[in-house]
């Protein structure tokens, strides 16, 4: 059982050191809450997105007091209605350390979620293309390749004023060239040899990060793993050499 009164998560210098963002897709709190409570020791972030649709926006602060959690909205309306969304996390002084946007909902959508979450510690960070297609359906989708499509977006992002970009590890590199300060989180990243499962635009958590990354997301080799926390360990130590 937990204490809530004693501080469960971690020194933010260790926080700071770990790159792993762990999607908490397709499971209950119920579940959740065992897994990230030994977590938290690790200090990394907790990505949120079914969850967040069933529980609502208060999952931020449930899961608050183990790690930063990241809001993974993708948010993609027109810019009233995302800024609507998004004020309704600062009118309930619910600050996650990031929230998502599509970029393709445009330059002015992005732009309304700046200014929305504009003095508050919240990253926007907007999503350019899915890690789950690869090169045909992505030509179906934009009519263009996953690399130029990622560039454009990627620019229409930045001029948009967001904190940080959503991208494969395999444009991550490019995507750095735009600035040094980007936050730059992938997903699509697995450890040699793991399961790719949907996901077609992947690396390795070393690789990702070499090239330009500050985050990697891992959702399905963590939570899949017999042991979560031994594997974040593992990957932690002996691929990143953190620890
Ligand atoms: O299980 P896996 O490691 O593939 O989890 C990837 C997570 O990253 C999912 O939560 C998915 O929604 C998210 N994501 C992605 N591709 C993007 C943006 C987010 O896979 N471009």
């Excluded at 027109?78 to 990031?98: C, D, G, M, R, Y």
Aim: glycine letters at 6%; proline letters at 6%.
């Amino acid at each position: 059982m937990i204490d809530h009164t004693k501080p469960l998560r971690c020194n933010p210098e260790v926080e700071k050191k770990n790159p792993i963002i762990i999607a908490l897709d397709g499971k209950s709190l119920a579940e959740i809450l065992p897994i990230v409570e030994k977590l938290c020791g690790t200090g990394c972030i907790l990505k949120v997105n079914d969850l967040a649709f069933f529980e609502g926006m208060k999952i931020v602060s449930r899961l608050e007091p183990y790690g930063r959690v990241m809001l993974d909205f993708k948010c993609h309306d027109i810019p009233n209605t995302v800024s609507n969304t998004l004020n309704q996390l600062v009118k309930n002084k619910i600050l996650p350390w990031a929230v998502t946007v599509h970029a393709s909902g445009g330059i002015e959508m992005m732009k309304k979620a700046v200014e929305t979450l504009r003095g508050y510690p919240t990253k926007v960070l907007a999503v350019t293309v899915l890690t789950s297609l690869n090169e045909e359906s992505c030509g179906k989708v934009y009519s263009s390749n996953p690399t130029d499509q990622v560039k454009k977006l990627a620019e229409m992002a930045y001029v948009a004023g967001v904190d940080g970009l959503v991208c494969s590890p395999k444009e991550v590199s490019m995507l750095r060239e735009i600035s040094p300060e980007l936050t730059l989180v992938t997903p699509g990243v697995r450890s040699p040899g793991a399961s790719s499962d949907d996901q077609k635009r992947i690396d390795t958590p070393k690789s990702a990060l070499e090239n330009g990354a500050t985050h990697i997301v891992m959702g399905r080799q963590i939570l899949g793993a017999k042991d979560p926390v031994a594997e974040v360990k593992r990957v932690l130590k002996e691929e990143l050499n953190i620890y």
